[in-house]
């Protein structure tokens, strides 16, 4: 059975700042894993992809990385800013089942 | 954008009702799931649905869940005879294999 973990589980941190989330998961054998972001009250939107055989996807100023043989992914958030508050969460994906970490709260302070 | 779209958005029922909750996928989508969140919790895998019928399904999806694609557009979770603890936002997904993409949700709340 799948577990995710998501470290640390709440950050807050002035504007600015390059940021690293961490995700690990049990089960290496994964057709890929998505990073969502959720706002309070919202649904998911998908900010980046990584297929198992990739090592790292960019878009903006995130950037995924998967080791998918040691069960971890890192989100960086370069330069963040208020409005990158949210909810972070990563969702790795094996036989049609896309399992959720419990998430990183990411407060920005202008 | 294409989008997954998803109905109500809020739905309050009494305890013991049916209710279905209603999702229409990315059209060339062949994946479909439903997952919730209970409040100040994580989301939650409910099922998944492909070629017409349950791929996967967790512990929660017990007798009083069902889905259905009713037609070629539409996607449906059912639940029978809510309880207090349905109370949840739930959320529709689809894919093509590879990507997957949420919809708003629909927040039920069982009174």
């Known amino acids: 059975k799948q577990e995710v973990t998501q470290i640390p589980a709440a950050l807050s941190v002035p504007e600015g700042e390059n940021l690293v989330l961490n995700c690990s998961f049990t089960?290496?054998?994964?057709?890929?894993l998505q990073w969502f972001r959720q706002d309070p009250g919202k649904g998911l939107t998908s900010l980046l992809l990584?297929?198992?055989?990739?090592r790292e996807q960019t878009s903006g100023r995130l950037n995924a990385s998967l080791d998918k043989s040691s069960g971890r992914s890192t989100l960086y958030i370069a330069a963040s800013q208020p409005g990158d508050s949210a909810t972070y969460l990563c969702?790795?994906?094996?036989?049609?089942?896309?399992?959720f970490g419990k998430g990183t709260r990411l407060h920005i302070l202008p | 954008e294409p989008e997954v779209t998803q109905t109500p958005s809020h739905q309050v029922t009494q305890m013991g009702q049916e209710v279905i909750l209603r999702c229409v996928p990315i059209?060339?989508?062949?994946?479909f799931y439903w997952y919730r969140q209970i409040l100040g919790q994580k989301v939650e895998f409910l099922v998944s649905?492909?070629?017409?019928?349950?791929?996967?399904k967790s512990e929660i999806f017990d007798d009083q869940f069902s889905v259905e694609r009713p037609d070629g557009s539409n996607f449906t979770l059912k639940i029978r005879s809510t309880k207090l603890e349905d109370s949840a936002m739930y959320f529709c997904?689809?894919?093509?294999?590879?990507?997957?993409?949420f919809g708003q949700g629909t927040r039920l709340t069982v009174v």
């Open positions: 997904a689809s894919s093509r294999m590879i990507e997957a993409f």
């Open positions: 089960d290496s054998a994964i057709y890929n």
């Open positions: 990584i297929q198992s055989s990739q």
């Open positions: 969702a790795p994906n094996r036989d049609d089942k896309i399992i």
């Open positions: 059209s060339n989508h062949l994946y």
């Open positions: 649905f492909y070629n017409n019928e349950i791929s996967e």
